[in-house]
């Protein structure tokens, strides 16, 4: 075999090789396919444990929804973050991911937010510690009228592993924190001011509610909010410093659970290291933190305030979500 033969030989073979390579990464690299819910699936989802007052949203679905489309590689990802020793969901955001738009909106959902049911307590976070994350999706679709797509879940072991994978992450502490919670081995001490925090420490800071002496933020749950949108904005900033998207999508397959896969993961990723910090948008649904629903301290959702953000914010179609798509209870 002559040198020449060998050498056209072997570029022959390592273009093939090429071409597999990337032909295996496309496979491997993939946009999510949008969540196509059935009708019955979702009314089958609202009678997981509980008994609705409420028709589902599917019952509820108007002539015209039929007539919208999806915007393309837009996506609404539930994300919850799970107290592993209350059993429920105690932080949960609805990211639309809008890759054609460069824009990510991250709204945060209320803990307490009235739902319209008739269930032992009507409060948005008792939906995950009764029937799971796939109750807690159905009854976001309820409320908001708007298509959950995908969701991810994190409990506080994988938060600390997070965090302490991307090195950490710099932040304005609000407040002089001062809490101690035996029985769940939690114990938080901070002064105000602007701090490096690794895993553990972050996720003391943004559980953070009140003190010993029952000082805390003047807003309540809204105030605890605002810190983890501080947090999350200095957290993506540093995670898009840090790693590669291929990188970024393996920390988070092995630190969550979610129902998107590798390769979905890892096409987010990329987008997202495209779309940067300054396409984040954060938002809290607009409410009162201060309304009672049986014995129960609630926060009541303004439906005309939460409609428009719904559309500005959540909607991944082309045509508005109308009033009529949402279940917004006011008592």
């Not at 298509?147 to 997070?162: I, M, N, Q, R």
């Not at 710099?170 to 101690?180: E, K, L, N, Q, T």
């Not at 305030?305 to 914010?313: D, F, I, R």
Request: hydrophobic share 45%; with cysteine.
């Amino acid at each position: 075999m002559s040198k020449l033969f060998k050498a056209v030989l072997f570029c022959a073979c390592a273009a093939a090789l090429a071409l597999s390579v990337r032909a295996a990464a496309r496979l491997f690299i993939r946009a999510p396919a949008p969540r196509q819910a059935s009708e019955s699936a979702l009314c089958e989802e609202h009678s997981l444990s509980v008994v609705s007052a409420a028709p589902c949203a599917a019952e509820r679905t108007l002539p015209a929804a039929a007539m919208r489309t999806r915007t393309p590689y837009c996506y609404n990802i539930l994300v919850a973050g799970l107290d592993n020793a209350g059993g429920g969901s105690d932080t949960m955001l609805l990211v639309r991911f809008d890759a054609p738009n460069h824009r990510v909106d991250l709204v945060s959902l209320p803990r307490d937010t009235l739902l319209h049911h008739d269930w032992y307590s009507n409060r948005l976070n008792y939906a995950y510690a009764s029937g799971g994350i796939e109750l807690l999706r159905s009854e976001v679709e309820n409320l908001l009228g708007v298509p959950v797509d995908f969701y991810v879940t994190v409990d506080l072991a994988g938060f600390v592993k997070l965090i302490d994978r991307i090195g950490g992450v710099d932040i304005d502490v609000p407040a002089d924190m001062d809490y101690d919670d035996p029985a769940q081995e939690l114990h938080i001490h901070f002064s105000r001011g602007m701090q490096h925090l690794n895993g553990e420490q972050a996720m003391e800071v943004v559980r953070w509610r009140r003190n010993n002496d029952g000082s805390g933020y003047a807003d309540a749950d809204i105030g605890r909010i605002r810190t983890q949108q501080a947090f999350l904005a200095a957290a993506a900033a540093k995670a898009a410093d840090v790693a590669s998207a291929p990188a970024l999508a393996q920390l988070l397959f092995s630190s969550v659970k979610t129902d998107l896969t590798a390769g979905n993961l890892a096409w987010l990723a990329s987008e997202a290291l495209e779309i940067g910090t300054d396409g984040l948008r954060f938002h809290t649904l607009p409410g009162d933190g201060g309304g009672s629903y049986r014995r129960e301290s609630v926060y009541v959702l303004d439906p005309e305030a939460t409609l428009a953000l719904v559309n500005e914010a959540l909607n991944p179609y082309d045509m508005p979500v109308p009033a009529e798509e949402t279940d917004i209870f006011v008592p």
